[in-house]
């Protein structure tokens, strides 16, 4: 699919466009963000918190991305541009916050990259000791991570960034045809293995246990954090993928088969990890490298299972591309079409920039617990201001996003024509849309607005 306005091709098949859909919103936030948050939000609780706003708000706000996407066929930007010029700073405020998390998820997707060569070369260092393993090679312990923050990360910006410049994405969603049902097949397989391990029934009992005291304010901004994170919502990212489909597909059903699939992989994921950190006694409380950790225990206990945790972590590293680059497309397709920029310089500029930012996020990782504005290492002492980025998107960019967006469609373009829209002019049927016109004007933005208030009064944790 090509980004470029003098250029905009449709999706040639429904299944197309939901790949691309679901391949932006499947990546890093199922599988290594979200079971650290099931796990610190109270697990069982945090799970029915997390499927209530996936139903009600996550697919409220992204049917509203897509009537706007396909409506006006532009990117985030100009789409709102056209319906409504003074409010085009919805999108301004998309690509924003897509750029900041970008920052942090190429150091995560360049991860991934470390575990797959870790797999091939040094699988016994891994299995010796996971954790250390982890610490030690991504995040550096008192050293500089030079492969955590920059060798790894830089093959994956430069991958991310070599995919939008050539305009590839095309064959990579070709790719995701074959490459995310794979991955659905071998999660499924992990989740089992992962719940039968000794001693992983207590995190099963944890992730099944529905604790009321768990419940508070705090689950449900982290819930709605992650569901917005998650669905890729609140960027203008579902716009733009909108943007190329037809009045045939029906926005509706799509809707409810991404968001259906990428709460899935995040259960699965949650159940995959969950059950291996109580089975292998890792502390999860030791900052985002815990998954990466944990699931060593489960590819130890498996016969082939060094071939397993590499065929795992290619899988989702690809996962990470697919969203990845969906993320860099989006900052990109502002620059060259609200900015005049050329293309390819557009997409080393942004790389460079956000390289650089992205260095200070692993370095923070490691102090997860640390209070105090530097760290030291090898001497030299380094701002931690990189976890503040996780932090300044999950808790308020993106429900300000969303919350304009729903604003936006519900009220300033209005519910008649996003219904229209919705309908394809009344070609489809839509019986529930009195409903979403009540969950896109009232529900949402009310619920949005109450969780970013309360979340300002609350502390610093972003889990
Ligand atoms: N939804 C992706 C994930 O869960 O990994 C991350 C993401 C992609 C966020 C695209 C935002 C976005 F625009």
Redesign the pocket.
């Known amino acids: 699919m090509s980004t470029t306005v003098e250029n905009r091709g449709q999706f040639g098949s429904k299944i197309g466009f939901i790949l691309s859909a679901a391949g932006?919103?499947?990546?890093?936030?199922?599988?290594?963000?979200?079971p650290g948050k099931a796990y610190n939000c109270g697990g069982g609780a945090f799970l029915i918190i997390y499927i209530l706003m996936v139903v009600f708000i996550g697919t409220t706000v992204m049917l509203g991305e897509f009537v706007i996407g396909r409506k006006t066929q532009k990117n985030a930007i100009g789409a709102i541009r056209e319906l409504n010029a003074k409010y085009s700073w919805i999108g301004g405020l998309?690509v924003l916050?897509?750029f900041i998390?970008l920052c942090y998820?190429c150091q995560v997707g360049g991860w991934t990259i470390k575990y797959i060569v870790g797999y091939i070369t040094e699988v016994s260092t891994i299995y010796a000791d996971p954790m250390a393993y982890f610490l030690n090679n991504l995040l550096g312990a008192d050293r500089f991570p030079v492969q955590g923050a920059i060798i790894y990360p830089l093959i994956f910006i430069f991958l991310t960034a070599f995919i939008i410049s050539r305009g590839v994405a095309e064959g990579i969603e070709k790719m995701s045809k074959i490459l995310m049902p794979l991955l659905f097949i071998v999660l499924i397989g992990l989740t089992i293995r992962s719940c039968t391990l000794p001693g992983a029934d207590a995190g099963l009992a944890y992730m099944l246990h529905f604790d009321a005291s768990t419940i508070n304010a705090n689950a449900f901004l982290v819930a709605l954090g992650q569901a917005f994170?998650?669905?890729?919502?609140?960027?203008?990212?579902?716009i733009t993928y909108a943007s190329y489909l037809s009045k045939d597909e029906n926005l509706v059903s799509n809707t409810g088969i991404v968001c259906f699939l990428?709460t899935c992989v995040?259960l699965l994921a949650g159940f995959m990890i969950i059950p291996a950190v109580f089975a292998t006694g890792i502390d999860p409380g030791m900052g985002g490298g815990f998954a990466f950790a944990t699931l060593a225990g489960v590819f130890m206990s498996i016969p082939g299972g060094t071939i397993f945790g590499c065929l795992f972590y290619f899988l989702l590293f690809f996962?990470?591309v697919t969203?990845?680059t969906?993320?860099l497309e989006?900052t990109v397709a502002f620059l060259v079409e609200e900015k005049g920029m050329e293309r390819k310089k557009t997409v080393v500029v942004v790389s460079i920039v956000l390289f650089i930012i992205g260095i200070f996020y692993t370095l923070s990782q490691a102090h997860m617990n640390l209070k105090g504005i530097w760290i030291s290492r090898e001497g030299i002492s380094y701002p931690i201001f990189g976890d503040f980025m996780e932090y300044l998107t999950d808790r308020l960019l993106?429900p300000l996003g969303a919350l304009t967006t729903t604003i936006f469609a519900g009220w300033i373009w209005g519910t008649e024509n996003a219904i229209k829209e919705a309908t394809s002019d009344g070609k489809y049927k839509f019986a529930l849309a009195p409903v979403w016109a009540f969950l896109l004007r009232i529900v949402a933005p009310i619920a949005i607005a109450i969780i970013i208030i309360a979340g300002m009064f609350l502390g610093m944790s972003i889990s």
Do not use: E, P, Q, R
């Not at 932006?24 to 979200?34: E, P, Q, T, Y």
């Not at 994170?229 to 579902?238: C, K, R, Y």
């Open positions: 932006s919103a499947v990546g890093l936030g199922n599988i290594w963000k979200f998309g916050t897509g998390i998820y994170f998650s669905l890729s919502l609140g960027m203008g990212v579902m990428d995040a996962a990470a969203s990845s969906s993320i989006g993106l």
